[in-house]
């Protein structure tokens, strides 16, 4: 058995929790030649019915998981907050798409890869009234050109395409938005919608820290910003924030201006 799996009764306790329901669970492929692996189709708990020998049965299911039907999907759900997969396949049954629970069901083990980068971003987000705020140190892509003009649409419509969502072991948890680009007028960032939700006109402190040469170590600026536009992915599970800064010192306006390329 590895690592990662279930042990029998693990498995047992698991089956029995997705029978008596209310579990939502999301389907993708894992065909990686086609373009629908990079969005899960979510399936809420009353689109889908537990049989006692491990098959789901989906009702109304998503229009789009018909295109799963005869292949390999990987079916993830939440068991007391941890997360949990198996592989297997969809086939079809007369009533509709099914499911089989395999023998194997797996903890979801997260990719960490952390690298240092000159740049840093913290955005302070406002939780819940009398919740107090939350600083989250904003993730970094070296494939994108964050000073550069010419790129920023680009990159906006790169993250939404191509950006494959990170796996989440545990409910609930943060996947820090990445910030894809920075000029005087404001800042773009790309964010998972399962964590973090921008919406228009939400308004944020952040300090960005730019390196500098030696003997000097950073320079640190503190704005304010608000979300000027949002564009979301198709499948409704990334976004890009399109922010304006509203508070800025003249001189950290003309550091930015020079950054510009």
Avoid: W
Wanted: aromatic share 8%; with cysteine.
């Amino acid at each position: 058995m590895a690592e990662n799996d279930l042990s029998g009764i693990e498995r047992q306790l698991v089956l029995q929790y997705l029978i008596d329901g209310n579990v939502p669970i999301t389907v993708t492929s894992e065909d990686k030649t086609e373009s629908s692996h990079i969005f899960p189709v979510a399936v809420r708990a009353e689109q889908m019915t537990v049989l006692d020998q491990g098959i789901i049965l989906l009702k109304n299911p998503p229009e789009n998981i018909k295109t799963f039907e005869g292949k390999n999907v990987r079916v993830q759900f939440y068991f007391n907050k941890v997360g949990l997969y198996f592989v297997t396949k969809m086939k079809r049954v007369s009533s509709g798409p099914a499911i089989v629970i395999p023998a194997t069901i797996q903890r979801v083990t997260e990719r960490v890869e952390v690298k240092p980068h000159p740049f840093t971003a913290v955005l302070y987000y406002a939780l819940q009234k009398n919740a107090g705020d939350l600083n989250i140190v904003c993730q970094f892509d070296d494939s994108y050109a964050l000073f550069s003009q010419s790129d920023k649409n680009n990159a906006i419509i790169r993250y939404l395409a191509d950006t494959p969502q990170e796996d989440v072991a545990l409910q609930g948890k943060i996947i820090p938005p990445t910030v894809l680009h920075i000029d005087q007028e404001g800042i773009t960032f790309g964010a998972d919608k399962r964590t973090i939700s921008f919406s228009e006109g939400a308004e944020y402190a952040l300090k960005l820290g730019f390196p500098l040469p030696k003997p000097l170590k950073e320079r640190e600026i503190y704005v304010t910003c608000m979300v000027h536009q949002v564009f979301t992915d198709d499948a409704g599970t990334k976004c890009c924030a399109i922010c304006r800064y509203t508070s800025i010192k003249e001189e950290d306006l003309r550091f930015l201006s020079d950054c510009r390329r």
